[in-house]
């Protein structure tokens, strides 16, 4: 039976090759911008090292101070973080470090640019590195402030050529710092880790961020487990409320959050200005009309092609086809054109997303679809096929075999 | 005529919904894209008011963090550093540059609304380093020194919506109280041109400048500097203005960034979603005409007996044709209808934001244009069949 359904498929397609072109650039154009949209949230949210400690952490990105005529916008700052981060009750490590910086370095008439980041000894036990060459610096490194630096690998190729340059010194801020350790790059979305230039908190000029409490640093925790996040965030809550405001006059509230890292990247990505909600409505909207737009389409072309062969429902459903048979036979036919657009949004997707790469839309992103995205790509594909092909076909099955004959609809 | 058209169409309601429904999501998508460009593109057209080209901006930190800095800070020995070496035409102090991403946004009370300006503190050479033009009054200078007030300087547009067509020349700014401490209370001595720190995409905004005196105690928060270097000067001289910076600060530290290079990336930043948004709905409308075109042809072939029957009793081919057209027009019309209905709903329930009504009326306009200007093209080839149809094989056709 399945067979001759896929003949007749394929019989009816080269039929009429005009619709099925336009079938056809239909769900391929849908699918791939899904699929685009898929690998960079794949990108963006996945799993992946450094961050091996993703689902039982927390992290904490953006502070909000408010009093009566301003609003400061901006990260934690360090005391926020030193006071209520360590000790937290059922809490296995937490690290404290900067947002990346850019700073630059100059090799003789050459001007380098590097994302610097700040962090503690602890960044390196909560976030996982794969060392290349050398090794993390450690707490005490941070706390006498040594002049100590982990690169990255494309740093490492600008500031040394090729070859290791462990044991090697380069100029930042006027300083002298030396290379202990060499990672791979980290792409930019991932931007709690990401930096190009990672040194102690410690070397820092001046110690006087030590008493910010709104300011340009991040703090993650990584609980024992999993079930613990909540007890954590209301104890980080009852901790931030027991902080003093600076300038009780122009300050009154200060709005801290513990989150789960995908949530304050989603913060973070949706602009990070207290308009969250607003943002994701109309990405939602977006979204919606980049797969309903498609659906109705296809669902309008599908319509029209039965509608021309109702001569052949006619016949079929006198000779005793049943609605369930003919149902079978047209969501077959979608779902089989469908696979043939996936298969062209995979190749469309795989280019594209090549290209940006290539480009260097971001820094370090190694955009691509893994086996998670294609997976995801097969899921839309079929919800796809089906969901446009049902309808259209439910509605020719329940068409009377004599109207059918006279070709009506 | 139009009656007997829209008679056709609901009459077959059942299967033109679909196809209303496609409309109105096409235009929802068309009134996005073209708002969009209206608004950025219709923002080009208002002068910038300042220039950017061999301007580099330097931040100064002293990672003292947010609410650290004050007046200890030696911000006048830096500005007379970088003015003092032969490369440099002139500098000057400012907190916020333009292109930068941050903002400065203070609000004051006009007429009992909240009343939103965007602000920056300058010293006196800003005026030289930015090319800015005075239309009224004129700009900080040394006579200022020592003044029982801020000495402020406004765009038109924050003159204009502050004080109406009075002359703001002189006067204090509406909400700044009489007891007010003399050194908080600002007092307006010149209004520029055009002012638009944003760059030329992002929509005119009211603008204060208020005056920072070198001198004296310098104004909380960061503060920066932007240095005019003569024509011609390689990028490489940043390493020179660094060091000779270093000379006076060795604790600070100094990240150069040519105003060009912002403007290129502050531009982009706006232009390359646009892009994106373009390129995307134009596929968007390339699937949905491919999908409208095989809808009505499909309908035209269906119909051979009846388009034949109109050509026997005398209808012309162009006749035919345009029933085709007018027919998808008026399907047209119930999509565009819902999706105006709604469009209409925005304004109305305050939803616009900042966006100015006039600016979405016109993408409203413009997509409604548009999108029968689109139904009627995917109607030009399967009216031009049925022009071909033949009364005589069209009415044996069984």
Redesign the interface.
């Known amino acids: 039976m399945l067979p001759a359904t896929i003949r007749t498929a394929f019989k009816v397609f080269l039929r009429r090759k005009?619709?099925t072109?336009?079938s056809l650039?239909?769900i391929a154009?849908?699918l791939t911008?899904l699929l685009v949209l898929t690998a960079l949230a794949d990108h963006v949210f996945g799993p992946r090292a450094p961050e091996v400690f993703h689902a039982r952490s927390l992290g904490v990105f953006s502070a909000t101070m408010k009093g009566e005529?301003?609003t400061?916008i901006?990260g934690p700052?360090?005391r926020l973080l030193h006071d209520t981060l360590p000790g937290l009750p059922g809490v296995e490590r937490a690290s404290i470090f900067t947002t990346p910086d850019?700073?630059?370095t100059?090799l003789g008439?050459r001007?380098i640019e590097l994302w610097t980041k700040r962090t503690d000894g602890a960044f390196w036990d909560v976030m996982r590195f794969r060392f290349l060459e050398g090794g993390p610096y450690s707490e005490s490194d941070d706390r006498d402030g040594r002049l100590v630096a982990v690169v990255n690998e494309s740093t490492r190729r600008k500031l040394f050529g090729t070859g290791p340059a462990l044991g090697k010194t380069f100029e930042l801020?006027?300083r002298t710092f030396r290379v202990v350790g060499v990672v791979p790059d980290i792409p930019f979305l991932r931007f709690v880790p990401f930096s190009d230039v990672w040194v102690p908190t410690g070397t820092?000029?001046?110690d006087?961020?030590r008493?910010?409490?709104?300011?340009?640093f991040m703090g993650v925790i990584v609980a024992k487990d999993r079930a613990g996040l909540p007890a954590i965030q209301a104890e980080f809550r009852r901790r931030v409320k027991a902080e003093t405001l600076?300038d009780p006059l122009q300050w009154s509230s200060l709005d801290v959050e513990a989150e789960t890292i995908f949530h304050g990247m989603l913060a973070q990505i949706l602009g990070g200005s207290g308009d969250t909600a607003k943002v994701a409505a109309i990405l939602g909207l977006?979204v919606f009309?980049?797969v309903?737009?498609?659906v109705?389409?296809?669902?309008?072309?599908s319509?029209?092609?039965i509608?021309?062969r109702s001569p052949e429902i006619g016949v079929r459903k006198a000779f005793g086809a049943t609605s369930r048979t003919l149902v079978v036979q047209f969501v077959t036919e979608n779902v089989i054109l469908t696979l043939a657009g996936g298969a062209l949004a995979l190749a469309a997707s795989a280019g594209i997303l090549a290209l940006a790469n290539h480009v260097g839309v971001v820094p370090h992103a190694q955009f691509g679809i893994n086996l998670r995205v294609f997976l995801a790509g097969i899921l839309l594909t079929l919800g796809f096929g089906v969901v446009s092909g049902a309808w259209p076909a439910w509605r020719m099955s329940r068409l009377h075999p004599v109207v059918a004959l006279k070709?009506g609809? | 005529m139009l009656r007997h058209v829209f008679k056709i169409v609901w009459n077959?309601k059942?299967?033109n919904a679909?196809?209303a429904?496609?409309i109105f999501?096409?235009f929802?998508?068309l009134v996005?894209v073209l708002t969009m460009l209206v608004l950025s593109f219709g923002n080009v057209r208002h002068p910038l008011g300042f220039t950017s080209e061999n301007v580099w901006s330097v931040r100064l930190d002293?990672?003292?963090?947010?609410?650290?800095g004050g007046a200890d800070r030696p911000v006048r020995e830096l500005v007379e550093a970088a003015a003092a070496l032969p490369q440099v035409a002139s500098a000057a102090a400012i907190q916020n540059v333009p292109y930068s991403f941050g903002a400065w946004i203070?609000?004051t009370t006009l007429n009992g609304k909240r009343y939103l300006y965007h602000f920056s503190g300058a010293s006196d050479g800003v005026k030289e380093v930015l090319g800015l033009e005075l239309s009224r009054g004129r700009w900080f200078s040394r006579e200022d020194d020592g003044a029982p007030y801020v000495p402020t300087v406004l765009n038109e547009r924050a003159a204009h919506d502050l004080f109406g067509a009075a002359d703001p020349v002189g006067q204090f700014l509406p909400d700044d109280r009489r007891d007010m401490n003399p050194d908080e209370r600002r007092r307006v001595v010149g209004v520029l041109s055009a002012f638009r720190i944003e760059g030329p995409y992002q929509a005119p905004r009211a603008f204060a400048f208020s005056r920072i005196d070198l001198r004296a105690r310098l104004p909380r928060g960061p503060v920066g500097l932007v240095v005019k270097v003569r024509p011609g000067t390689p990028?490489?001289f940043?390493?020179a203005l660094?060091k000779a910076l270093?000379g006076v600060a060795?604790?600070?530290?100094f990240?150069?960034t040519s105003l060009e290079e912002m403007r290129v990336v502050s531009n982009e930043r706006i232009l390359i979603p646009l892009a994106v948004g373009a390129v995307?709905s134009a596929?968007?409308m390339?699937?949905?005409a491919?999908?409208?075109?095989?809808?009505l042809?499909?309908?035209v072939?269906?119909r051979t007996r009846e388009i034949g029957l109109r050509r026997a009793v005398g209808a012309s081919g162009l006749g035919v044709a345009g029933q085709i057209v007018l027919e998808i027009c008026a399907v047209a019309t119930f999509g565009v209808a819902v999706g105006a209905l709604f469009a209409g709903q925005l304004p109305i329930l305050h939803l616009l934001g900042e966006l100015p009504a006039a600016v979405f009326a016109a993408g409203v306009s413009l997509a409604t244009l548009a999108l029968y200007v689109f139904a009627a093209s995917c109607a030009l080839y399967p009216g031009w069949l049925a022009t071909r149809v033949l009364p005589a094989r069209a009415l044996r056709d069984e």
């Open positions: 005009f619709f072109a336009a650039f239909g154009f849908a911008v005529s301003r400061m901006a700052g360090f850019k700073a630059v100059y008439d001007r801020e006027d820092m000029k001046t006087s961020y008493r910010d409490l709104v300011g340009s600076p977006v009309l980049f309903a737009i498609p109705v389409n296809l669902v309008n072309l319509v029209s092609r509608l021309e070709g609809l | 077959r059942k299967a679909l196809v429904v496609e999501f096409s929802v998508v996005g002293d990672q003292r963090g947010l609410e650290g203070s609000s990028r490489s940043e390493a660094v270093h060795p604790a600070m530290t990240t150069v995307l596929f968007l390339l699937m949905v491919l999908g409208l075109t095989g809808v042809w499909e309908s072939t269906r």
